[in-house]
């Protein structure tokens, strides 16, 4: 039966969608990456100086994989840890299932990626210089928050156009609150090295 629903995709052996099928029988297109809240997604990416973007990326092509949507001898784990060579290709696989679920894409383009890139790369850069602008590098590290944030919200759009009954991973556990604050600690400390003035040597 056709429909208009520009959430429903034929089934053909091109699609993309391929084997899945809905209760009611019709192809649809499934939620297939990981759709985190804004507000957690922030507050990882900010107290762990950036470093969540691993994990983040992790959990992306690990939900792709599981969905068939890549290969399934793909490693996501391994793709987390080089997210540097990975951006692009998973920025634009955001970007054709966006459009391909009939809503507008803006952000997941190769620009966004290429800032992400930048950003780790800069971080790197600063964290070998003198201080004060070693101290840079966290702050230039935690800005991937950015690109993430701008891609999440896109898949989440995406996520509940395709399958209104999805729930974002919103929930902040034990586990997560512990990672928040042990962060903060962190930050907390980075800033006091960074304004207490280093003690003078006694001659």
């Given at each position: ?182 962060g903060l600690l962190i930050w907390a400390t980075m800033i006091l090295a960074f ?9």
């Amino acid at each position: 039966m056709e429909t208009n629903n520009p959430f429903i995709v034929p089934n053909g052996p091109a699609s993309p969608y391929a084997g899945l099928e809905s209760s009611q029988g019709a192809v649809a297109q499934k939620a297939r990456y990981y759709a985190v809240s804004l507000p957690k997604l922030v507050a990882l990416s900010v107290s762990t100086i950036g470093f969540y973007a691993i994990y983040w990326m992790y959990k992306q092509w690990d939900a792709l994989r599981d969905s068939n949507a890549i290969r399934s001898g793909s490693t996501p784990i391994l793709r987390g840890l080089f997210a540097l060579f990975f951006f692009h290709d998973l920025f634009a696989k955001i970007r054709a299932h966006v459009t391909e679920a009939g809503l507008s894409s803006r952000a997941a383009s190769s620009a966004l990626a290429t800032l992400a890139v930048i950003l780790i790369l800069g971080g790197n850069v600063l964290a070998k210089q003198p201080e004060p602008l070693a101290f840079l590098c966290f702050v230039v590290q935690t800005l991937l928050v950015l690109p993430l944030a701008i891609a999440q919200s896109e898949i989440n759009n995406y996520t509940r156009a395709v399958d209104p009954a999805a729930k974002l991973d919103s929930r902040f556990s034990a586990g997560t609150i512990l990672v928040i604050v042990l962060g903060l600690l962190i930050w907390a400390t980075m800033i006091l090295a960074f304004l207490l003035p280093a003690p003078t040597e006694v001659p």
